[in-house]
């Protein structure tokens, strides 16, 4: 994960400082102080590079001309 790194999820900002401090705020306000907390650095890294692949796979799929939305729609059980 690189220095300065932000991961929105909901109403938590993750922020990872480029001098290596973990924020996270909560509504927009600062929460906790996780700095240190290798774990979490760790999963947010993970996640990261989770959402980085699915963006990836997301692009392929669209450039295959299904619509990736409307396939998840319809794997979701939900009608169009």
Known sequence: ????????????TYI?????????NRNGKPWR????DGFLCLMASHLEA???EL????EIIEDSGVD?????EIK???NL
């Open 1 to 12: 994960m690189s220095n300065g790194t932000i991961l929105e999820i909901d109403k938590y």
């Open 16 to 24: 990872l400082t480029p001098e290596g401090k973990q924020l996270i």
């Open 33 to 36: 102080d996780e700095t240190g």
């Open 50 to 52: 989770a959402w980085e």
């Open 55 to 58: 963006a990836l796979a997301q």
């Open 68 to 72: 990736f939305e409307e396939m998840m």
């Open 76 to 78: 979701r059980g939900g």
